[in-house]
């Protein structure tokens, strides 16, 4: 088991660039072009090495996955972008959604009356 004490446990954060750009494309199964096309389109931005080579999160890799699926439907890049963070930013209101639902669903547990005006 990996703690803060122990240096592997960045390696289960989703946003530690812990992967090279060859172990990158093998995993999504493209080639490091497509990754290096990205990079200069400004849809993904890996992190650099200290010797400038590019390094990919999980997180960064599942935003390629997406673009990747979406281009691969026809979409060209810009509009892929588009569709990526309409869909972040619909999952991010839905989880608020859900979240002040059960922020409610709470209060009247608490205080049922308040829930009831009539109190019945």
Same mark, same amino acid.
Request: net charge negative.
């Given at each position: 088991?990996?703690?803060?004490?122990?240096?592997?446990?960045?390696?289960?954060?989703?946003?530690?660039? $812990?992967? @090279?750009?060859?172990?990158? $494309?093998?995993?999504?199964?493209?080639? %490091?072009?497509?990754? !290096?096309? *990205?990079?200069a389109s400004g849809a993904l931005q890996p992190s650099r090495?200290?010797?400038?080579?590019?390094?990919?999160?999980r997180s960064q890799l599942g935003l390629? /996955?997406?673009?990747?699926?979406?281009?691969?439907?026809?979409?060209?890049? %810009?509009? /892929?972008?588009?569709? +990526?963070?309409?869909?972040?930013?619909?999952?991010?209101?839905?989880?608020?959604?859900?979240?002040?639902? /059960?922020? +409610? /669903?709470? *209060?009247? @547990? !608490?205080?049922?009356?308040?829930?009831?005006?009539?109190? +019945?």
């Open positions: 088991m990996t703690g803060p004490g122990d240096p592997l446990h960045r390696l289960d954060d989703p946003d530690f660039p $812990a992967l @090279t750009m060859s172990q990158a $494309a093998e995993l999504l199964g493209v080639q %490091a072009a497509f990754l !290096r096309s *990205l990079d090495s200290a010797g400038g080579h590019r390094r990919y999160s390629a /996955a997406r673009l990747r699926g979406l281009l691969d439907d026809g979409h060209p890049l %810009a509009s /892929a972008e588009a569709i +990526v963070d309409l869909q972040d930013q619909l999952a991010d209101a839905r989880a608020d959604a859900d979240r002040l639902r /059960a922020d +409610v /669903a709470s *209060l009247r @547990t !608490r205080n049922p009356l308040r829930g009831n005006p009539r109190g +019945v």
